[in-house]
């Protein structure tokens, strides 16, 4: 049934919000697991920064989008960088009249809440509703693999989408945030096409949320209006020369893409002993439907591991560890599972 989402009133919660955790639970960081995120546990070892980095404005063309659009596979006047694929999300909607917005569901509840705030009607659609409303819809929003469950859409059902939406001067949003680890899925290559959109993030892959960059590929006229929306500076100079190492480091990236989906595996296998059955094909994202998720989660919780909690459906959502961490999340997983059953 398609549904227009209640207007929220508070900002979606996250994960890595482990300080509420430890208030609520006890304990220090060193004594928690944090599998709430979906950000790699390994991230790009980057070396000292500069001491001339600290001191110049940043510059976006300084090498920056050539290196992302090689990375990338589009043309640099399609690309820009921003503080995170979530200032591309909460600018996107300031750049419309009010419209019609569907969003797949579940999905990544940040696109809903900014669409909403914005003054937007946002409709939440399961996959196989999106035929029947396309035509009525003035944006569509797919999150490709889509968080929390992981689920994939090819090229050619996008670019249909956009085909459709295209026919009255619509948008598709393409979120590929996950996207790093099966670059063939990407739209990139596309981003010159009208009313396309597409978001990439330097924080999940790489591991390196806390530099906040982000790129967004697009059509150069409404490149052009987000540019000026975000302003002058909006990425620091330390994540222009981060990110240029990280983009560039094509060794480093296959390493990452073998270490994930051994990594994802493990997870998999792992919370299967428990019981807990990941139906997310993606190895980042670990998505357990599970009718107790709120008794799952205090249990984890009272053993310092922390997970997310999604509703519609009730579900448990685990990202990746790092192998240090294997035999002590297993022990903890299964004392908590002896607390369910």
């Known amino acids: ?61 300084d090498g920056l989008i050539l290196v992302a659009s090689r990375y990338y596979g589009c043309a640099p006047e399609h690309l820009l960088a921003v503080a995170g694929s979530q200032a591309a999300i909460q600018a996107l ?14 999905s990544y509840a940040e696109h809903a809440w ?33 968080n929390p469950t992981g689920q994939q859409y090819s090229k050619a059902q996008l670019r249909y989408w956009l085909s ?20 063939q899925f990407s739209l990139m290559a596309d981003s010159h096409q009208r009313g396309l959109i597409v978001l990439r993030s330097v924080g999940k892959f790489f ?30 100079g330390v994540a222009e020369w981060a990110g240029q190492l990280a983009l560039n480091d094509l060794a480093w ?15 998999r296998e792992t919370l ?7 139906l997310s094909p993606h190895p980042m994202l670990h998505w357990c439907p599970q009718p107790h998720a709120l008794a799952w989660q205090k249990a984890l919780a009272q053993q310092h591991v922390w997970c997310r909690v999604l509703e519609q459906p009730d579900a448990l959502r685990f990202g990746l560890i790092a ?5 002590d999340f297993q022990q903890r997983l299964m004392r908590a599972a002896a607390q369910i059953t």
């Open 114 to 146: 900014c669409w909403q705030q914005a003054g937007h009607v946002v409709i939440g659609l399961e996959p196989q509703q999106l035929e029947e409303h396309l035509h009525h819809l003035d944006v569509l929003i797919v999150v490709n693999p889509n």
């Open 1 to 61: 049934m398609v549904q227009v989402l209640t207007p929220i009133f508070h900002p979606p919660e996250h994960g890595g919000n482990l300080q509420r955790a430890m208030a609520q639970y006890g304990g220090t960081l060193s004594t928690w697991i944090d599998c709430s995120t979906g950000i790699a546990p390994t991230p790009y070892p980057l070396p000292t920064v500069p001491a001339h980095i600290w001191q110049r404005l940043p510059d976006q063309q």
């Open 93 to 106: 909607p300031t750049l419309r009249s009010r419209s019609r917005v569907g969003i797949m569901a579940p």
């Open 253 to 267: 990236q296959h390493q990452q893409r073998q270490a994930l989906a051994a990594a994802g595996q493990w997870m």
């Open 323 to 327: 192998p240090h961490q294997y035999d």
């Open 272 to 278: 299967a002993t428990a019981g807990l059955v990941s």
């Open 164 to 183: 459709i939406l295209q026919q009255h001067d619509g948008w598709l949003i393409v979120d590929e945030a996950f996207a790093d680890l099966d670059p």
């Open 207 to 236: 591991g390196l949320a806390g530099l906040r960059l982000g790129f967004v590929g697009t059509d150069a006229r409404l490149r052009k209006k987000l540019q000026h929306r975000l302003g002058l500076w909006s990425v620091n």
